[in-house]
């Protein structure tokens, strides 16, 4: 699933005419290099949640074809936020079948993670009993994040440790970590906490390319990368 439904406050006047997932860096959009990295890495059934201008996404990337993928949308009349976006994506990322891991990243950060590594870490958390609810892919803390969120020890995600480490945004989840809840306005933060204090998250470090391109000058930064191709 490909997190798509935020407003971009913080983007504006970019976002006033256009959905932050569709702006460009190169020659493709936000979007479109997440839809092409888990492409090559073989993901090819992919839900896109949208709610800002959400038309303009759909109209942009059609049913996937052109990328050799599956899109599928789930559409909010309001943003329900992380979690809430997830739970309300349920039937199409699960079915019936609320034993089967997912992979979630955001619209609007740019990574060369080796996504191809996570359908190794679905499978474990399909087949491990007692199961992990999620697994995090966490990275150097970015100079407008300097806290970070939670640390690593021994695999295992931890909320405090001597080395903080921020959430990239990319993870794998377990539908146990959404039981019982409502498509309602929600955060993923809170969840994984709770998750973390029962011993449930496991996650890795990633020390490569990594970007939350969440203001005009971090855009202009990758556009003027990826153009000189000092990045993928």
Request: charge should be negative; glycine fraction near 10%.
């Amino acid at each position: 699933m490909i997190l798509a439904a935020g407003r971009g406050e913080r983007m504006r006047p970019l976002t006033d005419s256009i959905p932050k997932p569709l702006l460009k860096v190169g020659s493709h959009s936000l979007i479109e290099h997440q839809i092409s990295h888990l492409a090559r890495s073989g993901f090819t059934d992919i839900v896109i949640n949208h709610a800002y201008l959400g038309s303009m996404i759909e109209q942009a990337l059609g049913t996937g074809e052109q990328y050799g993928v599956k899109i599928r949308y789930s559409p909010e009349k309001t943003v329900l936020e992380t979690a809430g976006g997830i739970i309300n994506a349920m039937p199409m990322l699960c079915g019936s079948d609320h034993d089967v891991p997912f992979l979630v990243v955001n619209a609007d950060i740019y990574c060369e993670v080796d996504y191809a590594h996570m359908l190794s870490v679905l499978e474990m958390m399909h087949t491990l009993t007692p199961k992990h609810w999620a697994h995090l892919i966490l990275v150097d803390n970015p100079e407008h994040h300097l806290q970070g969120d939670f640390a690593l020890e021994n695999n295992g995600v931890m909320l405090t440790g001597d080395h903080m480490l921020t959430f990239s945004g990319i993870g794998v989840y377990h539908p146990c970590l959404f039981d019982n809840l409502q498509p309602i306005k929600m955060k993923l933060a809170p969840l994984l906490r709770q998750a973390i204090e029962g011993g449930k998250v496991t996650g890795e470090f990633f020390s490569g390319t990594w970007v939350d391109v969440g203001t005009p000058e971090r855009l202009h930064w990758l556009d003027e990368q990826i153009k000189n191709q000092a990045l993928e």
